[in-house]
């Protein structure tokens, strides 16, 4: 099963899963979209994935706030175009494993998908 960790360098806990992940999963493929920023696509897929935008949606982001979408998160559509133009929207980091994002700061259960 193919697994992707989306995660970005200047994001501290992005930094300590990644670490903890290789280590245990050199071969484990990433993405930093700090550097390489994603796609529409990209980011439509880990929505799904996750099971919504609410599960990926950074409610502390200010744009969040504004938008009222910690109440009430926007369609997902509207906000992978708001990520485009902010990639802090979203929480970090996101482990795609086949069709299913775990999402945020959990190396253990991260590390269990990837066993199985």
């Known amino acids: 099963m193919t697994a992707t960790l989306y995660w970005k360098s200047t994001c501290t806990t992005a930094r300590e899963v990644r670490s903890i992940l290789r280590a245990r999963h050199p071969a484990l493929g990433d993405r930093n979209y700090?550097?390489?920023?994603?796609?529409?696509?990209?980011?439509?897929?880990?929505?799904?994935?996750?099971?919504?935008?609410?599960?990926?949606?950074?409610?502390?982001?200010?744009?969040?706030?504004?938008?009222?979408?910690?109440?009430?998160?926007?369609?997902?559509?509207?906000?992978?175009?708001?990520?485009?133009?902010?990639?802090?929207?979203?929480?970090?980091?996101?482990?795609?494993v086949g069709d299913r994002a775990l999402v945020g700061n959990q190396p253990e259960a991260m590390l269990q998908a990837l066993a199985q």
Do not use: C, M, Y
């Open 34 to 96: 700090a550097k390489d920023p994603l796609t529409l696509a990209e980011v439509l897929t880990l929505v799904t994935a996750a099971g919504g935008v609410a599960q990926v949606l950074n409610t502390r982001h200010e744009v969040a706030k504004a938008r009222g979408w910690k109440d009430t998160a926007p369609d997902p559509s509207t906000f992978a175009a708001a990520v485009l133009l902010d990639s802090n929207l979203l929480r970090r980091p996101i482990l795609l």
